[in-house]
């Protein structure tokens, strides 16, 4: 053993206790909506991954990688403002402008990275431009990277109720002062697979002078037409990812070209990181090809979540605001949740439970992803294998 390691452990140990130890376990993306265990484990279908079109095993975002990186190398070699921008990355960035309806856009290497960069970022411009502090507003169901932010710029933000416009309302009219406002929130949120009310969001962004930031990551391909969101141009600026919908990894910014040439100058997720890969790049650039003719896919998704969220309430499950793809199957203690989880998987289906500090205590999880590979017998045969096993849970 190391020197700290029963320190570790004790905490390894509390954890275990609590129902909340997690570990990686190995699986392999067999085509399809499979996975595989291991090298020759059990197959399962997989309704847990964010692969909500199926395009990481697409062929053409493989070939499409593979050929950027015999034309521009496996790797980019260092931040960008040290051995600057491919072309081809500048006009990735400005088809992922397009596809929000937006100026301009920055790549970054991750969404979280995004996320936990933007917020400093914007503060720090508050801070030399208006002589005050920046005031967050966030949605209190916000992706924990965004709080990320707000710690690293070192802002206590003042939360407002999920999708509460009221109450968002009444923050603004007391968040006042020369320092830049920010309203931070999610087009459509991760655990409950529920929608932002964009407009009112948007009006009031407008009314009090305050500079809307929304996370597309859930919706960005799979939703909205040809797959650009729900945003739609309601906001200041929008973070998008490539790792669900697009099927490969990193993220994007855009917003108004002022603001990206800001981000560039000042969000340390940019300025010291080693850009993505040209691998990463081109399979983006392929995503980006196909989705505007994959209507039937977002199509079948949504009537495939219909059809689950139907057969759970059927039932008496619940499923929460969903009305994404993201359902969860609301259970309550930690212990039920794995149990239910472990059930399922014996029927033959990954959904995880998710458990605290991702949701809040008591708010325990399956998390059950729809996907444009799955079939309707499959949905079937999973909301069968969620009832049976939920019938032996423990009910107070």
């Not at 790792?243 to 340390?268: H, P």
């Not at 205590?361 to 992803?369: D, N």
Request: proline share 4%; glycine share 10%; charged share 20%.
């Amino acid at each position: 053993m190391m020197r700290f390691d029963d320190l570790f452990l004790k905490g390894l140990d509390t954890l275990a206790g609590q129902g909340r130890l997690r570990s990686c376990r190995d699986w392999r993306a067999e085509g399809g909506a499979f996975l595989r265990q291991g090298a020759d484990g059990a197959s399962v279908v997989d309704f847990s991954s964010n692969d909500y079109l199926g395009l990481r095993t697409h062929p053409l975002l493989a070939e499409r990688g593979a050929e950027w990186g015999r034309l521009f190398g496996s790797g980019s070699g260092a931040s960008r403002l040290v051995t600057g921008s491919m072309p081809a990355t500048r006009e990735l960035e400005n088809r992922l402008a397009a596809l929000k309806g937006m100026q301009a856009a920055r790549i970054f290497s991750s969404g979280w990275q995004a996320n936990a960069s933007i917020v400093p970022a914007l503060a720090s411009l508050s801070r030399q431009v208006t002589g005050a502090p920046a005031t967050v507003l966030a949605d209190r169901l916000m992706h924990a990277s965004l709080y990320q932010g707000c710690a690293a710029a070192g802002i206590r933000p003042v939360r407002f109720r999920h999708n509460d416009m009221e109450h968002l309302r009444a923050v603004l009219e007391q968040a006042e002062g020369p320092g830049l406002r920010l309203i931070l929130t999610e087009s459509v949120f991760s655990m409950d697979g529920d929608r932002a009310e964009l407009e009112t969001l948007h009006a009031l962004a407008r009314q009090y002078n305050a500079f809307l930031c929304v996370d597309e990551a859930h919706a960005t391909g799979i939703l909205g037409a040809q797959g650009k969101g729900l945003v739609a141009g309601r906001a200041d600026l929008v973070v998008g990812t490539f790792s669900k919908g697009l099927g490969s990894m990193g993220a994007f910014v855009a917003a108004s070209d002022a603001v990206c040439r800001w981000l560039e100058n000042a969000a340390s997720g940019f300025v010291f990181s080693t850009a993505p890969s040209p691998l990463v790049l081109g399979a983006v650039d392929a995503a980006l090809d196909l989705l505007p003719g994959m209507d039937n896919s977002r199509a079948h998704v949504a009537e495939l979540a219909d059809l689950f969220r139907q057969r759970m309430t059927e039932q008496g499950l619940d499923v929460g605001p969903s009305s994404t793809q993201i359902v969860p199957v609301i259970v309550g203690r930690e212990q039920d949740a794995l149990a239910l989880a472990r059930a399922v998987e014996q029927a033959g289906f990954l959904a995880v439970a998710i458990r605290p500090p991702t949701v809040p205590p008591g708010a325990c999880r399956l998390r059950v992803v729809l996907h444009a590979h799955h079939t309707h017998e499959q949905v079937e045969a999973l909301a069968t294998a969620i009832i049976q096993a939920s019938r032996s849970l423990p009910h107070d």
